[in-house]
């Protein structure tokens, strides 16, 4: 069986946070002190050079290129800690333990990333990724419809659909926005508008999950999972009740979405550097 709770162990829960967030952290720091270090090999001099600077103009210095360091970083930082968390898990065979206890994510991870390499081919062929942002994003809609399907008796067959569905969503629609903020702008600021992208990502994870975690919490509480005296059976209702509660409101927003992508405007995608008015008159043709 597999297990329905988003946080099934709370110690288990905050186990893997511990986890993935010491080895991530280590990981930027170790970058960004050894390329702060290789930085200032090549600018202190200059910096010294100039009449009346001295040590403190040199910490500010680092001062002003650590934040940049750290957020140009921090994605491969993120990706090499995760890795090294995985590794260390398999290495003791925690990974293991945690799917005999039914925990499960290749149900979502694995038609994500077969929907994310289908749907760069078809970006990269044909030039067009509205029609694709408004499937991936009706996926995702109907996905997480089905999920406020389920209860705390469904099946592992009913469960399944609605993980793949949402998989697949999620991986038709996530690359097509850094493509979509890539190609809305001049070259030269393409890095910008992937930041960009990047940390309204990073920001709205952060944001949605203590929104969602402090709704869950209240809705756990409704349905009575915070008793003194509760049952097994009764904490597996008010959980599934709560969230299945966290799934309306999600279902709301992904409906929202679908309805944003469907305005969303399509630019032809470079196939050279065009000046920008020939881009701009080739958007205006296609619209």
Do not use: C
């Not at 002190?33 to 090999?41: A, N, P, Q, V, Y």
């Not at 990724?129 to 809609?141: H, L, N, S």
């Amino acid at each position: 069986m597999i297990n329905f709770g988003f946080f099934p162990s709370r110690r288990l829960a905050w186990y893997m946070v511990r986890l993935f967030l010491t080895r991530s952290i280590a990981v930027v720091l170790a970058l960004v002190l050894i390329l702060m270090t290789l930085d200032l090999l090549g600018e202190s001099a200059k910096i010294l050079a100039v009449p009346g600077n001295g040590d403190a103009d040199l910490w500010r210095y680092v001062s002003y290129r650590l934040p940049m360091l750290a957020s140009r970083f921090l994605p491969f930082s993120v990706l090499l800690g995760t890795l090294i968390a995985f590794v260390g898990l398999n290495q003791n065979s925690e990974v293991v333990a945690m799917k005999a206890a039914g925990l499960s994510a290749h149900q979502i991870l694995a038609p994500l990333v077969v929907a994310s390499i289908a749907g760069g081919q078809v970006i990269s062929r044909t030039g067009r990724y509205r029609i694709q942002a408004v499937a991936g994003m009706a996926a995702v809609a109907i996905g997480i419809l089905l999920t406020t399907l389920l209860d705390a008796r469904s099946t592992q067959a009913q469960v399944t659909p609605a993980m793949v569905i949402l998989g697949l969503g999620l991986g038709l629609s996530m690359p097509v926005f850094n493509v979509v903020s890539q190609n809305a702008v001049p070259q030269r600021l393409m890095s910008s508008a992937t930041s960009a992208v990047q940390f309204s990502r990073q920001i709205g994870a952060t944001l949605g999950l203590a929104v969602m975690g402090s709704y869950f919490n209240a809705r756990l509480t409704a349905h009575g999972g915070t008793a003194a005296h509760i049952t097994h059976e009764q904490l597996r209702l008010a959980y599934s009740g709560a969230i299945h509660d966290v799934f309306l409101v999600a279902l709301l927003g992904g409906a929202l979405t679908l309805v944003i992508s469907a305005f969303l405007r399509e630019i032809p995608l470079r196939t050279a550097n065009h000046p920008e008015e020939v881009r701009e008159a080739a958007a205006v043709a296609v619209a």
